[in-house]
């Protein structure tokens, strides 16, 4: 996930959302202890939300350093 090391989804925000789109802020928390974010596009698609990639075929946005986990929704372990 980061050039430090591995990594592991931590949580979400959502930043956009419409009935068949929203964009995401996905929370990555780094082999470091630190945090991590990117932005990802999603498509509602035969019943489930699909990860849009961009023209140039890429999944998510940068990743950029976070102070914290506060303001996202956390997934339970």
Same mark, same amino acid.
Request: glycine residues 14%; charged residues 20%; without cysteine.
């Given at each position: 996930v980061t050039s430090r090391g591995g990594g592991s989804y931590a949580g979400f925000a959502l930043v956009r959302y419409a009935a068949d789109t929203a964009r995401v802020q996905l929370l990555v928390k780094t082999g470091a202890g630190g945090y991590v974010a990117t932005l /990802?596009?999603?498509?509602?698609?035969?019943?489930? &939300?699909k990860v849009v990639p961009s023209r140039a075929g890429v999944v998510?946005?940068?990743?950029?350093? /976070?102070?914290?986990?506060?303001?996202?929704?956390? &997934?339970?372990k």
């Open positions: /990802v596009e999603l498509r509602w698609d035969a019943g489930d &939300w998510h946005a940068s990743l950029g350093t /976070v102070t914290g986990s506060a303001g996202y929704t956390l &997934w339970r």
